[in-house]
């Protein structure tokens, strides 16, 4: 016996209702369009090796630039601290310690409350009714994702906070100071 989900007869409606809508469309053109969005092809490799939907790997590039923009800047405006703290014996590597923590500690806050801000909205929305044939938000929490979104935070704060703070602990004292 062939098992459908409630998903699929859902969809299986909104198709139908949108094909009725087409249909009082005098130019021919589709008005609105049904899609499976989970169905479709997946363009992308990280979204494919994530199990995301395509295009999610653009936005989360977006984030990871202005992540990194925030620390390299951070980093840039320390110069001085960074001169003065080489210039009584402290090694490059030692800098480069504390702005890789710095940045770790910024990157499990930013992560501790995208997830409690994720988890109430996945709540909120999943009780939002949509209407009388899909009910409920079609919304689910998915601990593999949440767990993919920690990971991947930690690792994009902390080459965030790595790449610019080797740049800064190449750099010598003396021609911080005369800046």
Do not use: C, H, W, Y
């Given at each position: 016996?062939?098992?459908i989900s409630k998903e699929q007869v859902a969809l299986s409606k909104y198709q139908t209702l949108i094909s009725k809508i087409n249909a009082f469309n005098p130019r021919g053109n589709a008005m609105a369009s049904a899609t499976d969005n989970l169905q479709l092809p997946t363009n992308y490799l990280p979204a494919q090796i994530f199990g995301g939907v395509p295009g999610t790997f653009k936005e989360?590039?977006?984030?990871h630039f202005g992540i990194y923009n925030i620390l390299n800047m951070t980093i840039m405006?320390?110069?001085?601290?960074?001169?003065?703290?080489?210039?009584?014996?402290?090694?490059?590597?030692?800098?480069?310690?504390?702005?890789?923590?710095?940045a770790i500690v910024i990157?499990?806050?930013g992560i501790a409350f995208g997830l409690l801000l994720a988890m109430i909205l996945v709540k909120v929305m999943g009780n939002m009714w949509v209407g009388r044939d899909i009910r409920f938000?079609?919304?689910r929490f998915f601990p593999k994702f949440f767990g993919l979104g920690i990971g991947f935070g930690l690792i994009v704060t902390t080459l965030a906070g790595y790449i610019p703070a080797r740049?800064?602990?190449k750099l010598d004292p003396?021609?911080?100071?005369r800046k």
């Open positions: 016996m062939l098992k989360t590039q977006i984030g405006e320390k110069l001085n601290d960074i001169a003065i703290l080489k210039a009584i014996g402290f090694s490059g590597k030692d800098v480069i310690r504390i702005f890789v923590k710095e990157g499990l806050i938000f079609p919304i740049k800064a602990a003396i021609t911080i100071f």
